[in-house]
């Protein structure tokens, strides 16, 4: 056989039914968002009772759909395909596969092609929609396949540096979380350095197009402005693949880059071992002379297990499980986030620091979901993994107090990202109060920041049991990761989506206000765009809609009171039934 392991992959993934599930899910969103969109489309063309007015539309469809498939790709395809060679490593196995004669790059090149193929079964599911745009008129055979091409790219950029998370790192966990991050980095990396170029440029200076040369929508609407400026006869489908190859020509060189350096890794990290310091340890490790005026202020204590064993055994792992080491990282941290924000405010023009800022906040609380469900998770089924969940199941403690304490050393983890999120909430809305609401008083101010401290404590926990929950369901340490995130992901980020397909100006409508509670972002997105007010509306009065001041407080008590109640609900259900879950891991 020419390609043993991709044959072996794709059986392996066909015998799987979440496989099936997943594709079943992906297409019912997929197709519901698409109809949503074109009613939306036709109400806002004219189109009820008028056939004609809504020739021509087909454009405007096919660029959302294009740009929904790339947001398909950028959040799953690290996740399905992240896991392909530390699966290898955490069996032992990628040791045997060098020794049957195939060489690091046809493992590597043959784990590449099996992780494509998921996510292009799943993007198969969009070509009938392609069809159907193409009946509206304004789509062309060449823009079909050069938003083909696109998503193609894409999907090429994606899996190239997932697989190289996964030749780098040890563990599943570590290289999905990697592959997010580093999904996170690149896209916003020409960002940060347009905004910081544009900090000696002139007031108003407008953003520089490299800035967005890595990022796929963009590179859609370069292709359309190619169709629009070309010419009848220069918009062949020769000069349109020439148009596309130009406009992915970053995608495509990054993703050569990638496969390269995953070919330099996976033969040397092939046998690195589970306990080897991670770089951050290293680093903090470095950094241990910073903290020594903090050890002759507050000397170490040598506690015991006392009252709390697990939490005790729990606390003393992990980056942050010494006290010195939990400072350092703290202040340094907050010191780095707190210069960030300074510095995203000082870029002109001042009155775009708070949308910058914003976009930090989405950064930071990425990562602080993606951590918190991976440590959550890991706490869990690592005990199995290690073997030491019976151990801890004969001592006096019960399943729910092990899940508990379990909780309760994750404190430090919650602690932290909420003073970074804190301290970005606080830049923004002190921007906000400087330079963009002329009509912000101070209790204004004070309600912004109320909102966003809600979120940062009460949120943190809310996603803490949910992966709990999620771990004693699934028990698998990679499946119960990757669904936690999937979930997360699709409860925050899919509801907003649906809102923007499904509303012309959500933020204008009532209904669409209270829907987008729906999702946790909901409330800090009104907050972020000072819509706290506007969530009330009088009914239609002499043919005209009055929309009157609502108080703020009512939409920010119903949200933070909803998700408390299922966080209380979530806590209750998994100390509920962890005697009895955790009791079956053995069977």
């Known amino acids: 056989m020419i390609l043993p392991l991709f044959a072996r992959e794709l059986t392996e993934r066909a015998a799987r039914r979440r496989t099936y599930a997943t594709r079943a899910v992906f297409g019912a969103v997929l197709y519901a968002v698409f109809l949503i969109t074109v009613y939306r489309t036709i109400e806002k063309a004219g189109g009820e009772g008028n056939s004609f007015a809504v020739l021509g539309t087909g454009r405007q469809l096919y660029e ?7 947001w398909s790709v950028l959040l799953f395809q690290p996740a399905l ?13 990628l040791s045997l596969l060098m020794l049957t004669g195939m060489s690091p790059g046809k493992i590597l090149v043959e784990k590449f092609l099996a992780g494509l193929l998921p996510m292009a079964s799943l993007l ?46 040890r563990t599943t966990t570590g290289a999905i979380l990697a592959a997010y991050v580093g999904i996170v980095v690149v896209q916003f ?3 940060v350095a347009a905004s910081a170029s544009q900090f000696f440029a002139e007031e108003g200076a407008e953003t520089p197009g490299w800035a967005l040369a ?44 990638f496969l390269l350096l995953g070919r330099l890794c996976i033969e040397r990290r092939a046998m690195t071992p589970v306990v080897a310091q991670r770089g951050a340890r290293r680093v903090a490790r470095k950094l241990g002379r910073i903290g020594l005026w903090w050890r002759r202020m507050w000397p170490l204590r040598r506690d015991l297990p006392g009252d709390e064993p697990v939490a005790w055994r729990e606390s003393g792992r992990g980056i942050l499980g010494g006290r010195v ?51 959550s998770i890991g706490s869990l ?6 073997q030491t969940l019976d151990i801890l199941l004969t001592t006096r403690l019960g399943a729910g107090a092990i899940l508990k304490e379990k909780v309760d050393a994750l404190t430090r983890y919650r602690v932290l990202f909420w003073l970074l999120l804190a301290i970005v909430f606080a830049a923004q809305g002190w921007a906000e109060f400087s330079y963009v609401r002329a009509n912000m008083t101070a209790q204004g101010l004070a309600q912004f920041w109320l909102c966003g401290t809600l979120a940062a404590t009460i949120y943190p926990s809310l996603i803490i049991w949910l992966s709990m929950f999620i771990a004693l369901w699934l028990r698998s340490k ?28 959500r933020h204008a409508s009532n209904s669409a206000l209270w829907f987008s509670l729906i999702s946790p972002l909901g409330i800090l997105d009104a907050n972020a765009n000072d819509l706290l007010a506007h969530f009330s509306t009088d009914a239609m009065r002499a043919g005209r809609t009055i929309t009157t001041t609502g108080s703020p407080g009512s939409p920010v008590a119903f949200n933070f009171g909803f998700y408390s109640v299922l966080t209380v609900l979530l806590r209750w259900l998994c100390l509920a039934l962890a005697e009895r879950w955790l009791r079956t891991f053995r069977r």
């Not at 392609?130 to 696109?150: K, N």
């Not at 929508?217 to 000069?239: D, G, H, Y």
Request: glycine share 8%.
């Open 124 to 169: 198969l599911l969009a070509l009938p929609l392609g069809a159907i745009t193409m009946s509206y008129g304004g789509v062309s055979v060449p823009l079909l396949f050069a938003g083909i091409g696109v998503v193609f790219a894409a999907l090429l950029h994606a899996g190239a540096l997932a697989i190289l998370c996964s030749a780098w790192c």
């Open 325 to 375: 080491r939990f400072a350092k990282l703290t202040i340094g941290l907050s010191l780095a986030t707190l210069f960030l924000c300074v510095g995203l405010f000082m870029i002109h023009p001042r009155t775009d620091g708070p949308a910058r800022i914003q976009i930090l906040a989405m950064v930071t609380g990425t990562i602080a979901v993606l951590v918190l469900v991976t440590r």
């Open 214 to 257: 890595i990022w796929p929508p963009a590179a859609f609407e370069r292709v359309l402005n190619f169709q629009n400026a070309a010419s009848t006869s220069a918009a062949q489908p020769t000069e349109m693949l020439r148009a596309t190859l130009q406009s992915c020509n970053l995608l495509l060189g990054t993703a050569l880059i």
């Open 189 to 191: 990396a020409p960002v």
């Open 381 to 386: 089924l690592d005990e199995r993994t290690n």
């Open 64 to 70: 959302r759909l294009v740009g929904f498939l790339c």
């Open 478 to 505: 990679a499946r119960a990761v990757a669904c936690a995130v999937c979930v997360v992901a699709v409860w925050f980020v899919a509801p907003l989506v649906i809102l923007d397909f499904s509303y012309i100006d």
């Open 81 to 93: 395909m992240a896991g392909g060679i530390t699966y290898e490593k955490e069996r032992e196995s």
